[in-house]
């Protein structure tokens, strides 16, 4: 079945560092890509998306593009900030991206220090 | 505007205990979903409405039963509560024709 693996976390890094978060996919069909953004308390925010292959997602700073020969959708940040500190969850949903049925990994919590 | 409301946000049950989760979106959105959230498993769909006056069971629906009451309100009931469905709920609603999906505050449910 179609499923989504990211990169273990915690992830702790200082202030202005670069970020990368991984994120692979296995899906049939052509899905849409997502990272959504999970402050503490808090429910979901969508970060960006993605909808088709090469497609460039890009919001507040984070960047992620879809490959589909690596099947990878990889987040990026080119200088992080403490504010940035939350949980980052990678989705996919299959057929639509004008659906709220999506399969998601299972979250990297990101640590920004001053 | 106040998107989608959680009720309790915060409940601690026995087990064999039934309560029921409440959901409102004042968005007009025509679909809504309810997902768990559990440490290292992401999130995962457990029921969802398409529309008013339909729901469809998702990836975990054992042990839950949902009701559209109205285009407004989703709600979740948990029949005879089980440790196993200690968890962090989260109510979702998506407009017809795109995202993103809304996502609510949560419930933290814990089954003792």
């Known amino acids: 079945g179609d499923s989504v693996t990211q990169m273990e976390g915690p992830v702790t890094l200082s202030e202005e560092a670069f970020l990368t978060i991984n994120c692979t996919y296995t899906a049939t069909g052509y899905p849409s890509l997502f990272w959504y953004v999970q402050y503490p308390g808090e429910g979901l925010q969508l970060l960006l998306k993605?909808?088709?292959?090469?497609d460039k997602g890009s919001n507040k700073g984070f960047e992620a593009t879809y490959r589909k020969e690596t099947t990878s959708f990889h987040l990026e940040k080119g200088s992080v900030q403490v504010s940035d500190s939350a949980v980052y969850f990678c989705?996919?949903?299959?057929?639509?991206?004008?659906?709220?049925?999506?399969?998601f990994g299972q979250g990297t919590t990101l640590q920004v220090k001053p | 505007n106040a998107g989608v409301t959680q009720t309790p946000k915060f409940q601690v049950l026995k087990t064999g205990q039934s309560m029921t989760l409440q959901c409102a979106q004042d968005m007009n959105h025509n679909s809504m979903y309810w997902y768990r959230q559990d440490p290292g498993m992401g999130l995962r769909l457990i029921y969802y409405?398409?529309?008013?006056?339909?729901?469809d069971k998702g990836e975990v629906p054992n042990g839950y039963n949902v009701s559209r009451l109205n285009k407004r309100e989703f709600s979740l009931r948990l029949e005879s509560a089980a440790p196993s469905q200690t968890s962090v709920y989260f109510c979702a609603s998506i407009r017809t024709g795109g995202s993103p999906l809304h996502f609510g505050n949560g419930t933290r449910l814990t089954v003792t």
């Open positions: 993605a909808t088709k292959a090469d």
């Open positions: 989705a996919l949903s299959v057929g639509s991206s004008n659906t709220g049925k999506l399969i």
């Open positions: 409405s398409a529309s008013e006056g339909t729901t």
